[in-house]
């Protein structure tokens, strides 16, 4: 039984803040405002809905990867070396430094009541991996608590699966969605929506909260996308629905 609140705020792109076994944790933070990313050739067509300031305090983010703007930008960035831990992996410890912890796949963190697993990820086809760089996911786990099962930029149903089998299912699921595509590639590096619906049943969650499918030009697909492809599957129940900017009570079903 839960015994704290559970509870999510969707921020925008692929943040959010999740309350969880009394902890305050945020998703890949991006705050900044509308604007282009040269360097990444990514644009950003919306800003937050939810202040930087406004989210604080943090006492835990949960950073899929830090080398792209869509997952770490740089009001993102600034508000997550002010907390007190970010999870993320190896490399992003190396560059980042203090309070980042590098985790590989299957090492656990513990943060107050909550263990943290990495999850191991591709973001994108296994033959663009060298090209596209390493991403994370995590699985959440605290006394009386449901487990959490965060994807990140992950788009491999195949390490989904490993995930569930190793580890065993989630009650809810965070999945990162959009089918993200960056020209001249016209790969998904990010799931699809019909792969984030497949996701849902492999994770077996009641509860999924969709995010990554908005507020960036190079995601394909929207939370409308999302939505259909839920209701093709039989699952619309499931999917969440997250105002941007509001906080919404997570209930467990089934």
Do not use: C
């Amino acid at each position: 039984m839960t015994t704290a609140p559970l509870a999510v705020t969707y921020i925008g792109g692929p943040t959010a803040l999740l309350e969880y076994a009394g902890l305050r944790i945020l998703l890949d933070p991006t705050f900044d405002e509308p604007g282009d990313y040269p360097a990444d050739e990514l644009t950003k067509t919306a800003g937050p809905g939810v202040a930087a300031a406004a989210v604080e305090p943090i006492d835990l983010v949960l950073l899929s990867h830090h080398g792209h703007a869509d997952n770490f930008d740089a009001a993102g960035k600034e508000l997550a070396l002010r907390t007190p831990i970010v999870l993320s992996l190896p490399e992003a410890e190396a560059d980042l430094g203090a309070p980042v912890v590098g985790m590989a796949a299957w090492q656990t963190h513990q943060v107050g009541a909550v263990t943290v697993t990495a999850l191991p990820g591709l973001h994108g086809p296994r033959i663009l991996k060298g090209l596209i760089g390493p991403v994370i996911g995590f699985l959440l786990q605290a006394p009386g608590e449901p487990t959490i099962f965060v994807s990140g930029d992950n788009s491999s149903l195949r390490l989904i699966r490993k995930s569930v089998q190793r580890l065993g299912t989630a009650e809810i699921a965070i999945l990162f969605a959009g089918a993200a595509r960056v020209p001249p590639l016209p790969l998904a590096l990010t799931l699809t929506s019909a792969k984030a619906a497949r996701a849902a049943k492999v994770i077996r969650a009641s509860t999924v909260v969709g995010v990554h499918v908005e507020d960036w030009a190079h995601f394909s697909e929207s939370r409308a996308d999302l939505e259909r492809a839920f209701t093709a599957a039989g699952i619309a129940d499931r999917l969440v629905s997250t105002p941007r900017g509001e906080r919404v009570s997570l209930t467990i079903t089934g």
